[in-house]
């Protein structure tokens, strides 16, 4: 076990004392701005961002993830922040922990196989568009300066990494930027504007909300949708760093580390959060492999709050928004327009309603539960199609039965007989087929009866084992004188 | 002569073509090993992992980019092995190479990139500049 904590915290100290460093220049901005996306205090994002690191450091399942303030998160809670208030949010935040810990201790993780590519892939998209929607109001229509601002940063943020790698670009737009903005002193809306920076460590309190059944009735739903969106998230970036570093990680010690991680950080003043595929990626480039990097990360943004507070309020938000439409280009995945239309339709229609929907509603759950259930459901049509192609052989008819007899296919498969010969040999060969249910055997029965009412002969052949049995258990066209009224 | 040949490979027409100088090469020396690397792209890691279902498939796509490769080496006889790396592309080759020191490196001119520099591929480019071996480009 000692091996185990020594492999994962000191293996790589170097290394990941670095990456820490650079991952936490890069998370001030998005936990500035995600705080601004959720409608709370840049201070609740920056405590969120200190403390869910520092505690995911311990309580996580994969070494190297970074996890802080996500926009993911921020845009699940700002409905309940304008509604309701910090307190609320705070709550909530608790609540979610809590839910989360229960997904873990019940394995949920594994339930991840089951979330559709088509469902990620809209999910990715639609958190993308609706981060760089957020944006929107803070650059479009407020003054050429503005637009300029954006724009420098845009360009710093995409061609300064081609010549300097060691330090992020957006860390330099944001210093360059902002020294540019007080010198000259630019007419710029400032962080400072939305809200304080306080240079203090967060402290323990309990969020001020009546205990009732009513006020769980608010903070609920959202706990539920910040939960399944957390660990929707959390499991996707660990995947992408088991496959960047070629290495498992624990899937429900993450669900159950990011529920501590929200619980912890509810008490003491932060929004929920959860791994962050963009920093995870940059934490891995830069070096860090080990849980190390994630606590330098939470405990070095903290540092530099305290110490810098003064100039945090004074970044331009245009330059942030910069920043963010990078991010928003960066999560969107481009290959989608390919996937379009290289994919099946019925993928690339679940994938356009996960989207829309979350555009519409605003929520990433509730798309990601309407793109899982649309993909089943055309999972089942597409399975419950099932082929009877008939043959005619000079004593009567072959007929092959090629696909899944359910519920589902019944019909289909009744309706493909032609039950108006009379006196002939059917043979029906269900070698390509499989027998699932009663449903099915039913349908057989119901087969083999109304050829035999004409006096045809029937032969069944080609069952695998497994349908054999359930036919043999529940036929009755096998009896001496069956009615299908039994059925 | 060469005694340990690193192939670069992405599972582009172009590395099949330098797989095929490889093996002529490989097959002049007696016992001659060459070790076909393939690197996992830092850049492309998340959208391969969204775009697939599970570790499984992610493994079987990339084994089947190196499938042709271990093809031809096995049909002509050649000792190979097979190295994943993971990191960027060009930094990851130029490392192994120098480290694992080997006699010669053999890359295609370009990979599978669609955004296409005129003359030679970006990963091509850094390998012929940093590798301390000789470095042979097939075009």
């Known amino acids: 076990m000692s091996e185990k904590i020594k492999q994962e915290w000191f293996s790589n100290i170097r290394g990941d004392i670095l990456s820490g460093i650079v991952v936490a220049l890069a998370l001030i901005p998005e936990a500035i701005a995600f705080s601004i996306i959720a409608g709370v205090d840049p201070m609740v994002g920056l405590y969120a961002s200190f403390l869910i690191a520092v505690i995911i450091s311990f309580a996580g399942g994969r070494p190297g993830m970074i996890s802080a303030a996500t926009g993911a998160m921020a845009l699940v809670m700002a409905p309940l922040m304008k509604e309701h208030g910090l307190n609320y949010i705070l709550a909530a935040t608790i609540l979610t922990g809590i839910i989360q810990v229960i997904f873990g201790v019940l394995k949920i993780a594994k339930l991840m196989r089951f979330i559709p590519r088509a469902v990620m892939i809209g999910f990715v998209n639609s958190l993308a568009i609706l981060i760089f929607m957020a944006q929107v109001p803070y650059f479009l229509g407020i003054s050429n300066l503005t637009y300029i601002f954006v724009a420098i940063t845009l360009l710093i943020v995409y061609v300064l990494p081609r010549f300097i790698k060691a330090v992020p670009a957006p860390l330099i737009a944001i210093i360059l930027l902002t020294a540019v903005s007080i010198y000259s002193g630019a007419d710029l809306r400032t962080v400072g504007d939305l809200g304080n920076i306080t240079q203090t460590l967060p402290s323990f309190f309990i969020p001020d909300v009546p205990f009732t059944f009513e006020t769980l009735q608010i903070i609920l739903p959202y706990s539920i949708a910040l939960a399944i969106v957390g660990l929707l998230e959390s499991l996707l970036t660990a995947t992408i760093v088991d496959d960047m570093t070629g290495t498992e990680s624990r899937k429900n010690r993450e669900s159950r580390g990011q529920g501590i991680a929200n619980i912890i950080t509810g008490f003491f003043g932060g929004m929920a959060g959860c791994a962050m595929i963009g920093q995870s990626v940059i934490n891995v480039k830069s070096g860090g492999r080990g849980r190390l990097s994630t606590l330098t990360a939470g405990l070095f943004l903290i540092f530099l709050i305290i110490v810098l507070g003064d100039l945090v309020v004074q970044i331009p938000m245009s330059v942030l928004v910069g920043i963010m439409i990078m991010v928003s280009i960066g999560t969107f995945d481009w290959s989608s327009f390919q996937y379009l239309y290289k994919a099946p339709k019925s993928d690339a229609i679940v994938m356009l309603v996960t989207v829309v929907i979350v555009v519409a509603t605003h929520d990433l759950s509730k798309g990601v539960i309407a793109g899982v259930i649309l993909s089943a459901v055309l999972f089942v049509a597409k399975i419950s199609t099932i082929k009877v192609t008939a043959k005619d052989k000079n004593s009567g008819t072959l007929y092959e039965v090629d696909g899944q007899l359910f519920f589902a296919s019944v019909e289909g498969f009744i309706d493909s007989f032609d039950f108006t010969v009379k006196n002939t040999n059917i043979i029906i060969d269900f070698s390509e087929a499989h027998i699932w249910d009663d449903s099915a055997v039913g349908a057989i029965d119901k087969v083999v009866l109304k050829y035999r009412e004409n006096d045809n002969e029937v032969t069944i052949k080609g069952l695998d084992s497994a349908s054999k049995r359930l036919v043999e258990k529940l036929a009755i066209y096998t009896q001496a004188d069956p009615k299908l009224s039994t059925h | ?139």
Request: hydrophobic residues 40%.
């Open chain 2, 1 to 139: 002569m060469y005694k340990n040949i690193l192939l670069a490979v992405d599972g582009s027409d172009h590395s099949l073509r330098a797989t095929k100088e490889a093996v002529k090469i490989a097959s002049l020396v007696g016992d001659c090993t060459i070790e076909v690397v393939y690197v996992v792209d830092y850049s492309k890691a998340k959208d391969e992992v969204i775009h697939s279902m599970g570790k499984e498939e992610l493994e079987l796509t990339r084994r089947k980019k190196v499938l042709p490769i271990e093809e031809h080496m096995k049909s002509k006889n050649i000792t190979y092995n097979i190295k994943i790396l993971r990191g960027e592309p060009g930094p990851s080759i130029v490392d192994y190479a120098n480290k694992e020191s080997f006699q010669l490196v053999i890359i295609g001119s370009r990979g599978l990139n669609t955004l296409q520099e005129m003359v030679l591929g970006s990963v091509s480019h850094k390998v012929v500049k940093r590798v301390k071996c000789p470095v042979l480009i097939v075009k």
